[in-house]
């Protein structure tokens, strides 16, 4: 372990001591340089550094896919406070070579806490729109930065020290969303998260059935929850579902809308509400709390904690504050009526549909020509790997790509993962491209990206695979990151060869399984 990361690591030992309550406060940067907006986020993790209280701040990686100062400028210099500090990581922005290069560079300055994200979709910027990276998805760079702390990417690299975190987003109230995301959980665990943070919310159920799934499935990291303090403009945002992932009951927003009438515009009454939320995590158990808030002084902050230690043996009081709109949204366990928390016990899931005839059609095609055991396989193999050799390869590619196109809307990734998804194209039908589930912000069942147009493609990829009966696998396996020298060639050669996804070992998981993600400077002896 570097001697920075020596100096910067409370956060990480908080978090995994039982006994302690851990405190994170999100800092967002502004545009430019040397705007006020960091001269006083600068004095704010200052003033928290004195108290002493909050352990660590995080720093947003171009929130709202808007372009914004790096979230390394500003970590560290706040480093150099003596502050711990949460790096966000999203993929949006960057490909495989440059995340490695930037790693490498956060590992050297003691940036060595993260926040994996998939991140929001690039914004209008600079001569229009930019085109949106996702090379990796969220699993994939846990994936790469387990290979990085073990030292497995480069013969004779030094080990890296990073602890990894990532995003759970409980407050989903379809079935097939919310399983997705538990499932998209299980697999950023298995590929070597250590710790998670929530997405923000207002319904304690919600809170508690996130630990319940983790208790209940053992996977074995402790969990923040995210208690954010919006102000009236936010919160109208966040209630038009205009913030991906962001959601306000009805009758918690029609408060801050009273509230908002007052003098103080509902200062005070947000701080409150913080305060008693703030206790309820804490009285559900949760590992410690995230918080966040436009224009928060360290006074807020100081009030905020100050108020949930004076109210947390009344926790159970104030879950009445916290309660769903309606009861006809999903939850993964049923409610128990005396706590108005959950039971143990799961909610029936909703009937299987019957399977679409493609995908009867389709899964015909792959067990008699693509598994094995086939009674084409060996014939298909035999004859698309001579063909691939002579002049014939290009019209087999176009025939494989036109009827996938009719079919699957192709992308000639070259690289196919249709049997894995209930013939559901990721590269045609996510917005991001990801492969081994979706992010947090879809609305409803419909894509962050289009919402009300075009639904999430992994809600759909749910609702095929649960009419096998097999949607459970989602929460199990690893699609590897796209080989881009692959694409504009046939993923039927590439199949048989054994160069695609089904075939290569470089994206194995590198840790064990779920419950054995020790921090890395315990995993490595350091």
Not at 155 to 163: A, K, V
Not at 166 to 175: C, D, G, H, L, Q
């Amino acid at each position: 372990m570097t001697s920075a990361t020596m100096k910067h690591c409370r956060f990480q030992k908080s978090l995994t001591d039982p006994a302690d309550f851990t405190l994170s406060f999100e800092l967002v940067p502004g545009r430019g340089g040397r705007s006020t907006v960091h001269t006083r986020a600068l004095d704010l993790a200052a003033s928290m550094a004195a108290d002493g209280r909050i352990c660590a701040v995080s720093i947003t990686d171009n929130a709202g896919g808007h372009a914004t100062l790096a979230p390394s400028v500003l970590g560290k210099e706040i480093l150099e406070i003596g502050m711990d500090v949460i790096s966000h990581f999203s993929c949006k922005d960057k490909n495989r070579n440059m995340m490695e290069s930037l790693l490498y560079g956060w590992d050297r300055i003691g940036l060595n806490n993260l926040l994996v994200i998939a991140g929001d979709y690039p914004q209008k910027g600079y001569c229009g729109h930019p085109k949106p990276v996702f090379d990796l998805d969220t699993v994939h760079v846990i994936d790469l930065l387990t290979h990085l702390n073990n030292g497995e990417t480069t013969h004779g690299l030094q080990p890296t020290s990073f602890y990894i975190g990532v995003v759970i987003s409980p407050f989903k109230y379809t079935e097939a969303e919310l399983m997705m995301q538990y499932y998209k959980l299980q697999r950023k665990v298995a590929a070597g998260a250590h710790y998670g943070i929530t997405q923000l919310g207002f319904d304690a159920r919600k809170y508690q059935e996130a630990l319940l799934y983790v208790s209940e499935h053992n996977l074995g990291i402790p969990l923040l929850g995210n208690l954010f303090i919006p102000n009236i403009h936010v919160a109208r945002l966040m209630h038009k579902r205009a913030i991906p992932g962001c959601l306000i009951p009805d009758h918690i927003f029609a408060e801050m809308e009273k509230e908002s009438r007052s003098a103080d515009r509902g200062k005070k009454a947000r701080l409150e509400r913080a305060a008693n939320q703030l206790a309820v995590l804490r009285g559900l158990g949760y590992s410690g709390a995230h918080i966040g808030g436009s224009g928060l002084e360290m006074a807020d902050i100081d009030f905020i904690l100050n108020q949930a230690t004076a109210r947390q043996e009344q926790w159970p009081d104030l879950l009445t504050e916290f309660r769903p709109d309606t009861s006809q949204g999903f939850y993964y366990y049923q409610k128990d009526i005396r706590s108005n928390l959950n039971q143990k016990k799961k909610t029936a899931l909703a009937p299987r549909k019957r399977q679409a005839p493609l995908y009867h059609f389709s899964n015909f095609i792959h067990n008699l020509a693509f598994e094995p055991h086939g009674l084409l396989y060996k014939l298909a193999k035999k004859w698309c790997l001579a063909l691939d050799k002579t002049m014939l390869g290009r019209p087999l590619f176009w025939l494989e790509h036109l009827s996938k196109f009719i079919l699957f809307a192709c992308r000639n990734c070259g690289d196919c993962t249709l049997a894995e998804y209930g013939y559901r194209c990721p590269q045609s039908g996510c917005a991001k491209y990801l492969l081994n589930g979706p992010c947090g912000g879809s609305i409803d069942g419909w894509c962050e990206v289009y919402p009300g147009q075009k639904r999430c493609h992994y809600v759909l990829t749910y609702d095929r695979l649960k009419t096998k009966g097999c949607a459970d696998d989602l929460g199990y396996g690893y699609i590897p990151p796209r080989d881009w020298s692959l694409t504009d060639a046939s993923a039927w050669v590439h199949f048989y060869a054994g160069t695609d996804h089904s075939q290569r070992h470089c994206g194995t998981p590198a840790s064990k399984t779920p419950g054995e993600h020790a921090p890395p400077n315990e995993q490595q002896g350091k």
